[in-house]
């Protein structure tokens, strides 16, 4: 290989680096591998045989993301250990919103020059985010291209597929006028609006190491906090529950996400006030000088998942939700859209 390779890695791309790469991942990625999984990490492709058994008209539901900007900030903070869950979480959680159970995960990782521990720390990340969403690791691609990148940087792809009955997919259609409006707790910031998140930041004169305020945590762990993973809370419910509508709070917030799964006919009131805001989001505010329709248009502030259900579900739906550990409240509820209303978003401060 020594003579064979020189050339390439002349130009700055290292074959054996990125065969050692792969090789000292295997373990990793193996301990995500469901009964579906059929093949080794290292193939062309990745084989899954689905368990059809108990589905009548199996649909796949495929998805695909990437982390954006928030990179930048593991980059910054040298902390590149939580950044796979949110790269993992941004694909599952939007199959789940058509009530679809991720089967497996895929994921691109690329850099301009190959820094094993660095690699090994984001694949970790991605790993344990499949191990959360309850699915395989299936495969992927490390791209290493010079000049590409700045040095030390990176770029993360995901893409999933999941599977659910034509029967049990949740598209909206059945959203009632009175419908309860159900949020599930976000994590903190998740993955989206992290271009003004990093210009508050600048601006703000903390340093990654200070505690960030209102907390016990640093700036880094805070702004870096993983994206919540809500499929096995879902799952659960979708088994026996019947859930009308899913939103998956993301870029747009609550007035672009939330219109998603509406009738045209219909429009979400959401009372303001009813959920817990973490501080993160009182602090993006008043640093960047921001109203709270502002933030309602640009970042979950607290609410990273919603599901709307009948009125006669919500004692049993909040009852599961605190059985199963996940802070949650109602949070509004569906009303008829009229001439008068131009967004099917109407947030009451």
Known sequence: MQQRDKAYKEAGVDIDAGNAFVSSIKSIVSETFTKG????IGGFGG???PDLHNLHEPVLVASTDGVGTKLKLAFLFEHHTTIG??????SVNDILVQGAKPLFFLDYFATGKLEQERAQEALAGIAHGCKLAQCALLGGETAEMPDFYAPGEYDLSGFCVGIVDNDRIVDGRGIRVGDRIV?????GIHSNGYSLVRKIYKDSGLGARDIFPGTDKTVADVLLEPTRIYVKTVLNLLRDLEIRGMVHVTGGGFYDNIPRVLPESLKASVQFGTWDIPPVFSWLRKQGNLSWEEMLQIFNSGIGYILVISPDMEEDVMSRLKALGQDAWVIGEIAERTGQDSEQVDILF
């Open 85 to 90: 869950i949110d790269l993992v979480a941004m």
């Open 37 to 40: 999984v059929i093949t080794d």
């Open 47 to 49: 084989l899954f045989k």
């Open 183 to 187: 949020g599930l707790a976000s994590s």
